[in-house]
């Protein structure tokens, strides 16, 4: 409900695909994606009505979307919310409430049922024989990863729990897109970029308000072209 209450309030249709950069502009979100250690998805930061996003670029797209997703929750629906850092919980550790809520929060935004119903209507499905063309065909149009999507319709139940899973779907995910004619880069990594409707004043005002350093802060600018200290040079000049 708070999923399709978000996609109402932004207007994003109640099926259609997340556009994820318009997105993050209409929502005002300054959001750098940077190469980091793959233990690191991302973190997010608020600060008064200001939200920073910190997306680890060196994980495939998909994964990297799906944790702007999850990130949306905290910064528009989890009530005081500040701080926090996502990283890997393979090797121990178990998730929090919130977490959880934060990541069937994404999945919903992600991957509406009508949305992933309207599809398979498309193609023609019947019955509960999804078979491997329709699962890329889904992870593709949602730009979600294979694992999300199909462990989505194990949940909505368009997937039988007796299938193997692994040996049906997760075999060979971009070799299997590939061969069907599918671009690959939903499972890359992607470039360290930024996306902001006001870089600047928005790494400014971190800065002031003493959330990030002076080297966090000029390499915030850096990444934009413009080196701090001449700046700073310009301010003090006459």
């Given amino acids: ?20 950069d318009t997105l993050l502009i209409k929502l005002d979100l300054l959001t750098v994606f940077a190469q980091m250690s793959s233990s ?3 973190m997010a930061a608020k600060f008064d009505e200001n939200g920073f996003l910190l997306i680890n670029c060196s994980l ?13 929750y905290h910064l528009f629906l989890q009530k005081d919310f500040e701080f926090e850092v996502i990283t890997d919980t393979k090797n121990g550790g178990s998730k929090s409430d919130t977490e959880k809520l934060a ?14 119903q309207e599809i398979l209507l498309k193609q023609n499905y019947i ?20 694992k999300a999507m199909v462990y989505r319709l194990l949940n909505l139940d368009f997937i039988s729990k007796k299938d193997d899973l692994e040996t ?16 690959t880069s939903l499972y890359e990594p992607t ?22 350093g002076m080297t ?23």
């Fill in 1 to 20: 409900s708070k999923a399709t209450e978000f996609r109402r309030r932004f207007d994003l249709g109640h099926a259609d695909p997340i556009q994820i």
């Fill in 40 to 42: 690191f998805s991302g």
């Fill in 60 to 72: 495939p797209k998909s994964r990297q979307i799906f944790t702007i997703c999850h990130e949306l």
């Fill in 103 to 116: 990541d069937a929060f994404a999945k919903e935004l992600l991957m509406p049922e009508k949305g992933i």
């Fill in 127 to 146: 019955g509960k024989n999804i078979e491997l063309d329709h699962i890329i065909k889904l992870e593709q149009y949602f730009q979600v990863s294979r």
């Fill in 168 to 183: 049906k779907y997760f075999r060979n995910v971009k070799e299997s897109a590939q061969k069907r004619g599918y671009d």
């Fill in 191 to 212: 470039a360290p970029r930024i996306v902001s409707s006001d870089y600047f004043e928005k790494a400014q005002y971190l800065y002031n308000q003493e959330k990030i």
């Fill in 216 to 238: 966090d802060y000029a390499q915030l600018l850096k990444d934009i072209g413009i080196d701090l200290f001449d700046l700073l040079e310009d301010e003090n000049r006459p």
